[in-house]
């Protein structure tokens, strides 16, 4: 069995929840391979896989340009291999905060549902199994105007707003749970 994994990122917590999910199948005996699509390298030997997942992250308002082209590109294949699709964002880390108020939780489900649906009007692409996935704040990697826009994003969602360490909102035992109930159990069927 052999899966293939797509992923895009710009301060790299896709990368790393991309290789998480490699990390999870090997330890599967699942083959898999990991294309950053940003620089895809070599080109996919789509013959040779039974799976797909495809992710990522979301900067303002959009998912990565890259993937958007990636995903436009290779429609048929991705359909063919019924490809899930993981969306990043702080959103999400907003709709999963078990302290913020349910308004609030309410209101960033509702934006995750947008980005997700404006992602598939940019790239006819509806995949039948999406997952929205909490990202990261990764002040250490932020210019100074960015650094002070995401700390007014983040007080204004509840998010961490010290911005001398990194946050990664991340809920990896859902991710865990999410390549056993539904990458591996593709592969199975
Ligand atoms: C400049 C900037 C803009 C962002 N815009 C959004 C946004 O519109 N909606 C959102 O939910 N998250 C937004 N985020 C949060 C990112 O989606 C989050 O940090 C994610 O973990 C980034 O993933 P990456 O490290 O793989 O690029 C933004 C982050 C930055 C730095």
Redesign the pocket.
């Known amino acids: 069995m052999r899966i293939a994994v797509f992923?895009?990122?710009?301060?790299?917590?896709?990368?790393?929840?991309a290789e998480h999910i490699a990390h999870e199948l090997q330890t599967s005996n699942v083959q898999v391979d990991v294309f950053d699509v940003k620089d895809m390298g070599r080109p996919v030997d789509w013959a040779s896989y039974h799976a797909a997942c495809v992710?990522?992250?979301?900067?303002?308002?959009?998912h990565?340009p890259e993937m958007i082209t990636f995903v436009k590109q290779n429609r048929p294949e991705l359909e063919r291999l019924s490809a899930m699709f993981l969306s990043?964002?702080?959103?999400?880390?907003?709709a999963e905060d078990p302290a913020a108020p349910p308004e609030r939780r309410q209101k960033?489900a509702a934006?995750?549902a947008g980005?997700i649906e404006t992602f598939v009007k940019e790239t006819g692409w509806r995949s039948h199994h999406v997952l929205p996935v909490?990202?990261?704040?990764?002040y250490s990697?932020?210019n100074f105007i960015?650094r002070f826009?995401?700390k007014r994003?983040a007080r204004a969602n509840g998010a961490p707003t010290d911005t001398s360490r990194d946050y990664e909102?991340?809920d990896w035992t859902t991710l865990d749970r999410f390549v056993r109930d539904r990458l591996l159990l593709t592969v199975a069927s």
């Open positions: 992923y895009a990122t710009r301060e790299g917590q896709t990368a790393r929840i992710a990522a992250s979301v900067h303002l308002g959009r990565e990043v964002s702080l959103s999400e880390a907003g960033a934006d995750v980005l909490a990202g990261a704040l990764t990697r932020y960015i826009v995401m994003i909102l991340t």
